[in-house]
């Protein structure tokens, strides 16, 4: 980053973790978790970053760094099975907890997401870019470059806001996403190529809105 100051570091931190944890937190306090309409507050969480990076962009000189060039269709090639490995550790824990307590699992769409194709692929691929350009880009060079955080504190701390801004949807949920987190914040340590890891989370997200329904 070419121009940024301690101030719009911290503006930064603070102005994009606001989003979901705001409106879901309203859910929360309300305990009315099971009302959630998943694409309202998509589409308010999109227009939302939306302004959040054109401010960003009109303070400060902002580059997120790319130590590894892939070609778009390598990255695809790679996208895929990274997007598998990190659906099946996400649910994982959920699967184990389910066979222990002899729970049947059934795969079922989300019910906010049913008969809208088009407008869930739309809002997953928007939504997987604009998270992991937030907790995997601007966070990862905040805190790693600017702020000299260790890089292990940077995943930890980028994987437990990530995971909050899904806290309304219940502790499994938090957890899972957690998990999901960490496997974003290594293969963005590992191949340094921002592009691999939203199109990875766009691909993940895709596949995890088809939850397993316990019998």
Same mark, same amino acid.
Request: net charge neutral; glycine share 4%.
């Given at each position: 980053m070419?121009f940024?100051?301690?101030?719009l570091?911290?503006l930064?931190?603070?102005s994009?973790s ?10 929360v ?14 589409k308010w969480?999109?227009?939302y970053n939306f302004i959040?990076f ?5 303070l400060g ?8 060039p ?11 099975p990274?997007?598998l $490995?990190? #659906?099946?550790? @996400? +649910? ?6 389910s066979? &222990?307590?002899?729970?049947?699992i059934e %795969?079922e ?7 809208k ?6 809002l ?8 992991e ?6 966070w990862?060079?905040i ?5 000299k955080v ?16 899904h $806290?309304a #949807?219940?502790i @499994? +949920? ?6 999901a987190? &960490? ?5 963005? %340590?590992?191949?340094g ?20 329904k316990?019998t």
């Open positions: 070419t940024l100051t301690p101030f570091s911290f930064i931190i603070i994009t606001l989003s979901v944890i705001f409106i879901q937190s309203i859910y306090i309300t305990g009315k978790q099971e009302e959630i309409d998943s694409i309202a507050i998509s969480i999109i227009l959040i054109i401010a960003i962009a009109t000189d902002v580059q997120i760094y790319n130590k590894i892939i070609k778009f269709n390598q990255l695809l090639f790679l996208s895929i990274l997007a $490995i990190t #659906f099946f550790m @996400e +649910i994982a824990p959920s699967i184990l907890k066979k &222990i307590k002899g729970e049947t %795969i769409v989300t019910k906010a997401w049913r008969g194709t088009i407008t869930l692929i739309s997953t691929v928007i939504i997987a870019f604009q998270e350009l937030i907790f995997r880009g601007l990862f060079e805190l790693l470059n600017t702020w260790p890089i292990i504190i940077t995943l930890l701390i980028s994987s437990i806001f990530f995971a909050i801004n $806290i #949807f219940g @499994e +949920i938090f957890m899972e996403k957690i998990i987190a &960490i496997v974003f914040g290594f293969i963005y %340590i590992i191949s190529n921002l592009l691999l890891v939203m199109l990875t989370h766009a691909l993940e997200n895709i596949f995890i809105l088809w939850k397993f316990k």
